[in-house]
């Protein structure tokens, strides 16, 4: 039997009109994370748009939901590309989703956009229960743990040292948020003094989000991760979340993990940059 909330072209997607809803649902509460604390979330031309200096993240400088005729949607991405200048961003991005117009990869490409990365936006709705979490002991991260979060965020993400502490800043701004949720894992090696993982996430209208989850290589493979997503989940209904959403990479190991984790495929989104250097002043 055809599930009637799937696409009829690929089973595994939500229709068009189930995932255009949940998109609007996630992407308002991913643009609310952005902007703790200092961001700003307005419009820009057709598009929804989070700006937040103190962010270092491509979530918290981001452009989502662009809508209009062709001429339009290229005017706003035109429009785009100084205002993540002015915010003193080397690059503007924008996440296309069943929101945005389907003509978009077109118009980004005539405008000087290039797609970046393929996302798979992923939910979990109550009473689809994920598979068992491992026994690991997970704790809500205190301040003192927020220096060792940062470095291991810092080595996933590839950051410099200078950009470490950047993070470390907007990390602090997030624990002080009751709608952010930080969760770690301590090494169970007690001479390590240092966090085996950690997850992020956030709660905003109903919608929780999985933002982060980082286990470091040395302790993968050994259940850290999936009983900090369980963790995370539990935590983000608490907080009123009616269903959990997490992005993660198209195919390969981190979709496959999420799905062992409870989460199943929704809908899929395209990541396009743009540099805006030499707009900068």
């Given at each position: 039997?055809?599930?009637?909330?799937?696409?009829?072209?690929?089973?595994?997607?939500?229709?068009?009109?189930?995932?255009?809803?949940?998109?609007?649902?996630?992407?308002?509460a991913?643009?609310?994370?952005?902007?703790?604390?200092?961001?700003?979330i307005?419009?820009?031309?057709?598009?929804?748009?989070?700006?937040?200096?103190?962010?270092?993240?491509?979530?918290?400088?981001?452009?989502?939901?662009?809508?209009?005729?062709?001429?339009?949607?290229?005017?706003?991405l035109m429009?785009?590309?100084?205002?993540?200048?002015?915010?003193?961003?080397?690059?503007?991005?924008?996440?296309?989703?069943?929101?945005?117009?389907?003509?978009?990869?077109?118009?980004?490409?005539?405008?000087?956009?290039?797609?970046?990365?393929?996302?798979?936006?992923?939910?979990?709705?109550?009473?689809?229960?994920?598979?068992?979490?491992?026994?690991?002991?997970?704790?809500?991260?205190?301040?003192?743990?927020?220096?060792?979060?940062?470095?291991?965020?810092?080595?996933?993400?590839?950051?410099?040292?200078?950009?470490?502490?950047?993070?470390?800043?907007?990390?602090?701004?997030?624990?002080?948020?009751?709608?952010?949720?930080?969760?770690?894992?301590?090494?169970?090696?007690?001479?390590?003094?240092?966090?085996?993982?950690?997850?992020?996430?956030?709660?905003?209208?109903?919608?929780?989000l999985?933002?982060?989850?980082?286990?470091?290589?040395?302790?993968?493979?050994?259940?850290?991760?999936?009983?900090?997503?369980?963790?995370?989940?539990?935590?983000?209904?608490?907080?009123?979340?009616?269903?959990?959403?997490?992005?993660?990479?198209?195919?390969?190991?981190?979709?496959?993990?999420?799905?062992?984790?409870?989460?199943?495929?929704?809908?899929?989104?395209?990541?396009?940059?743009?540099?805006?250097?030499?707009l900068?002043?």
């Amino acid at each position: 039997m055809v599930d009637p909330l799937r696409d009829p072209d690929d089973p595994e997607l939500l229709d068009t009109y189930q995932a255009r809803d949940l998109a609007t649902l996630v992407e308002n509460a991913r643009l609310a994370s952005g902007a703790v604390r200092y961001g700003r979330i307005g419009r820009v031309g057709g598009a929804r748009v989070v700006v937040n200096r103190d962010n270092p993240l491509p979530t918290g400088n981001h452009a989502c939901a662009l809508d209009g005729t062709s001429a339009q949607v290229a005017d706003t991405l035109m429009r785009l590309e100084q205002t993540f200048a002015d915010a003193g961003r080397a690059e503007a991005v924008v996440f296309a989703s069943p929101t945005t117009v389907p003509e978009i990869d077109g118009i980004a490409d005539d405008t000087g956009w290039q797609a970046v990365t393929e996302i798979l936006a992923m939910v979990h709705r109550p009473g689809e229960r994920a598979a068992p979490a491992a026994a690991v002991p997970v704790r809500p991260a205190l301040d003192a743990d927020l220096p060792a979060v940062a470095a291991v965020f810092a080595d996933e993400l590839g950051l410099p040292l200078s950009g470490t502490a950047r993070l470390l800043r907007h990390l602090g701004q997030r624990l002080d948020d009751p709608r952010c949720v930080l969760l770690v894992v301590d090494d169970p090696d007690p001479d390590a003094r240092r966090v085996a993982g950690f997850a992020s996430g956030f709660a905003e209208h109903g919608v929780g989000l999985v933002e982060q989850v980082v286990v470091i290589p040395a302790r993968r493979r050994r259940g850290i991760g999936g009983a900090l997503v369980g963790a995370l989940a539990e935590r983000l209904r608490g907080l009123g979340a009616l269903l959990v959403a997490a992005y993660v990479d198209e195919g390969g190991g981190t979709e496959r993990f999420a799905e062992s984790c409870g989460l199943q495929a929704g809908y899929p989104v395209t990541g396009y940059v743009r540099r805006v250097d030499e707009l900068l002043d």
